[in-house]
């Protein structure tokens, strides 16, 4: 059985809770195991390495640098980092070595609206099943990403007379550890009208898991 851990809080705008149990069930319904916590201290309290995937859903925020190197020390040793929208792409703002690790930062999302998604690698199991190309409504992340990493799904950004590709979903890995981000997500109401970029995300997870 795979186990997964979750660590939730920062910004309530995001309600993290709320998100992080709607992907727990999800691996859950998957055959996971998932734990859930409410503070940064579980990662030098418990033992990382008894889990197969890490899910930090805290935006914005603060931690200590023994934390963030208990995190990115057991990514680099083999157990995997999963997470979406601000939970991950905004978490802990000052550390620049987490923010390497997870392969891209939140900047601002002018847009706000609808925006169409287009999935870059259709052979990736991540994405089978997951529509070529799909219209979501939300913040249009705008994101300073590593050229590094592998990108699964984007958008156009255009803004300011600029038209530029915008990754949305992406993997990478960080020493032995596998890492999937994904920029949708920012209220659950909306994968009642776009489920698919809920499976995207879900598929992203399971497979920084190993488990696809």
């Known amino acids: ?15 993290p809770e709320t998100f992080t149990q709607l992907y727990a069930d999800a691996l859950t319904a998957h055959g996971f195991e998932c734990q859930l916590e409410n503070e940064t201290a579980c990662l030098t309290r418990l033992d990382l390495t008894t889990f197969d995937l890490i899910v930090p859903n805290w935006t914005m925020g603060e931690w200590t640098a023994d934390e963030s190197k208990a995190l990115r020390d057991a990514i680099h040793g083999g157990v995997n980092l999963g997470g979406f929208h601000g939970g991950l792409g905004d978490a802990f703002r000052a550390d620049v070595e987490f923010k390497w690790m997870v392969g891209g930062t939140f900047v601002a999302h002018p847009h706000i609206g609808d925006y169409d998604v287009h999935v870059t690698d259709p052979e990736h199991v991540i994405t089978q099943g997951i529509p070529p190309d799909f219209t979501y409504s939300s913040e249009q992340y705008y994101m300073l990403i590593d050229p590094g990493v592998h990108v699964l799904a984007e958008t156009t950004y255009v803004w300011e007379g600029q ?19 994904g920029a949708l997500g920012h209220e659950p109401k909306e994968f009642e009208t776009s ?3 809920f499976d995207l995300n879900v ?8 488990d696809l």
Request: aromatic share 18%; net charge positive.
């Open 203 to 210: 598929r992203g997870l399971r497979w920084a898991a190993r």
């Open 163 to 181: 038209s530029v590709p915008m990754p949305i979903a992406w993997i990478k890995h960080w020493g032995q550890g596998r890492v999937f981000y």
């Open 195 to 197: 489920p698919h970029a």
């Open 1 to 15: 059985m795979k186990r997964a851990l979750f660590f939730s809080g920062g910004w309530p705008g995001h309600v």
